[in-house]
């Protein structure tokens, strides 16, 4: 009996200790997490006296990590990040953000075990079919769903889904939530290349010069096709939205993996250490205010891009 009182006695002590230890980057999420509708509104209504960001772009890191921390089965920790991109959304909305991108799924994604990516295309098609089940909430805040990226790499029922999803919320235009699925900046990047060149040739055959500049074929001549950063513009996936002013990447970590490279010269980088599963009202609002810390140098630097 004295040595099991010994060893509880120890592991107690070790508790306590990690919750000191946590208790000070806590307390605010804590103190945040657990306001009402009531107080949020009166939050927000404070932060709003300053510039909101129009568009808010997250890379949800942390989901595999979370399950190993929680000894979660297989998938937990994608389904307890999908419960924080719901509480995510709605702040960022209740705040007055417009446009909302979620890095869903990478074309690189494709090259991870196949058992693991059946597992998130099943869980991608539960999810969108489980959200067409509430459209009356969806469309009484006016979200409209746009899936961005190379959708026909997608399996077929998630294909049909997000499909469903999209026609279903066509004619919402209070919000936005965008969700890269099957995407890259260097698929998306190259693709609008080649669509601006084919714009401007009339489909005649397009070729790259060792200099670097686009030429249309048309016999003995070759005329340089003059395209610009804005023609690139018009062809990237990401044309439905205004470029982010606040690109989140959750649990520590600052790699922007290939995601919206093209749309990212003049935004914050936020880097919460928080897994994505554990996102919630405080990371959205220490966003929002590093934006505001930075609104006057962003608004400076566009001007003279």
Not at 34 to 47: C, D
Not at 127 to 137: C, V, W
Not at 160 to 185: D, G, H, Q
Request: proline fraction near 3%.
């Amino acid at each position: 009996m004295k040595h099991y009182i010994t060893i509880t006695g120890f592991q107690l002590i070790i508790f306590r200790k990690e919750l000191e230890e946590k208790r000070s980057e806590n307390i605010m999420t804590t103190l945040l997490g657990g306001l009402n509708s009531t107080a949020r509104k009166l939050l927000f209504r404070v932060i709003s006296t300053r510039p909101i960001p129009q568009h808010i772009a997250f890379i949800m890191d942390g989901n595999r990590r979370f399950a190993k921390k929680w000894k979660l089965t297989e998938g937990g920790g994608h389904k307890a990040g999908f419960l924080a991109l719901m509480s995510v959304l709605k702040y960022c909305y209740e705040i007055g953000v417009k446009y909302v991108t979620i890095y869903a799924f990478s074309l690189d994604n494709f090259n991870r075990r196949p058992d693991e990516v059946q597992y998130v295309m099943d869980l991608m098609q539960e999810k969108i079919e489980g959200f067409l089940k509430e459209l009356t909430l969806v469309n009484k805040y006016g979200v409209r769903v746009l899936f961005i990226g190379d959708l026909e790499r997608l399996y077929e029922p998630v294909r049909i889904a997000a499909e469903k999803a999209m026609e279903a919320t066509a004619r919402n235009t209070n919000t936005y939530l965008l969700i890269c699925v099957a995407y890259t900046s260097s698929h998306e990047i190259p693709r609008a290349i080649y669509e601006s060149c084919q714009e401007k040739s009339n489909g005649t055959r397009v070729m790259m010069n060792g200099n670097g500049s686009v030429n249309g074929d048309y016999g003995n001549d070759d005329h340089e096709l003059g395209i610009k950063a804005v023609d690139l513009d018009k062809h990237m996936y990401m044309v439905v939205a205004p470029d982010p002013d606040i690109l989140v990447r959750s649990s520590g970590e600052t790699r922007l993996s290939n995601f919206l490279l093209w749309q990212t010269t003049n935004c914050v980088l936020y880097s919460p250490k928080a897994l994505w599963p554990e996102m919630g009202l405080w990371e959205v609002v220490s966003g929002i205010l590093k934006f505001q810390m930075n609104y006057k140098y962003l608004e400076k630097k566009k001007k003279q891009a």
